[in-house]
């Protein structure tokens, strides 16, 4: 497969073309922002685990009936995807108080909800990707409601794959951030990546931090908790 012009440059990845129109090369890159790209750094090796981890998952999301955009792991940082029209929603799972959810509605990290719960953010960086409802989306004709339906029952099923697969590594899956997108014939895959920039996973014995959280937050041992979470899949799959 043949890297061709770089179509973009995001906060954590690049993309290219190919030879194939219907075929784009991600790679990932080391470097890591918060707050909306207020704060920078890098982490040394992310892009590897990251690339790799969700490579892993996206697999095993895709033979449990999740469609995804995974095509071929091409080296250690970059691998070719299909080409989508990104929905510009990002979807989020929570199962247990964390993040933004804790600071909107004022109430402690690690309350285990009964349910998981779902909700979208307008993917907009000028305005910092609001909270946006069903109907908002369809004012704003961001996808459709059949596409929406779709997002929903994959979302659902991805945390319930995910929660297994990290339950079997020690891990208990909080949240996680996903995105979706539009293929050539139309049909809905998942997209992006599943890493621990985009799921908060905590050890299920201490509840120690394994995620960006430990960037965000200024926690240390940040390169060591993707490692170890790496680690950890690599021994459960
Ligand atoms: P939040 O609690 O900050 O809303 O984050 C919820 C989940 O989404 C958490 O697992 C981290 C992930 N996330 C991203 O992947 N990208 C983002 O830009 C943000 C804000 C969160």
């Not at 080296?75 to 993040?99: F, Y």
């Not at 779902?118 to 596409?147: V, W």
């Not at 995620?211 to 490692?227: N, P």
């Amino acid at each position: 497969m043949e890297k061709k012009n770089q179509l973009y440059e995001g906060k954590a990845k690049k993309v290219f073309e190919t030879d194939d129109p219907e075929v784009l090369i991600v790679s990932y890159k080391d470097d890591a922002t918060a707050f909306n790209g207020q704060k920078k750094g890098s982490i040394t090796g992310k892009g590897v685990i990251n690339n790799q981890m969700s490579n892993l998952l996206m697999r095993v999301l895709e033979t449990k009936g999740v469609p995804t955009h995974y095509v071929e792991e091409l080296n250690e940082r970059e691998t070719a995807v299909k080409r989508v029209t990104i929905l510009p929603l990002e979807v989020i799972i929570r199962n247990i108080s964390a993040g933004s959810f804790s600071k909107r509605y004022g109430v402690e990290e690690g309350i285990v909800f009964d349910a998981p719960t779902i909700e979208f953010s307008y993917k907009n960086d000028d305005l910092g990707d609001p909270l946006i409802n069903d109907d908002h989306i369809y004012a704003l004709k961001l996808c459709t409601r059949e596409e929406l339906e779709t997002v929903k029952k994959y979302a659902f099923l991805v945390n319930d794959l995910l929660k297994e697969v990290w339950g079997r590594c020690g891990i208990t899956l909080v949240d996680f951030k996903i995105e979706f997108g539009r293929v050539k014939d139309g049909s809905i895959v998942l997209a992006d990546e599943i890493s621990p920039d985009t799921c908060r996973l905590w050890d299920s014995e201490t509840g120690k931090k394994l995620d960006k959280d430990r960037f965000r937050r200024d926690l240390g041992g940040v390169e060591e908790a993707y490692q170890e979470v790496m680690g950890r899949l690599k021994q459960a799959l």
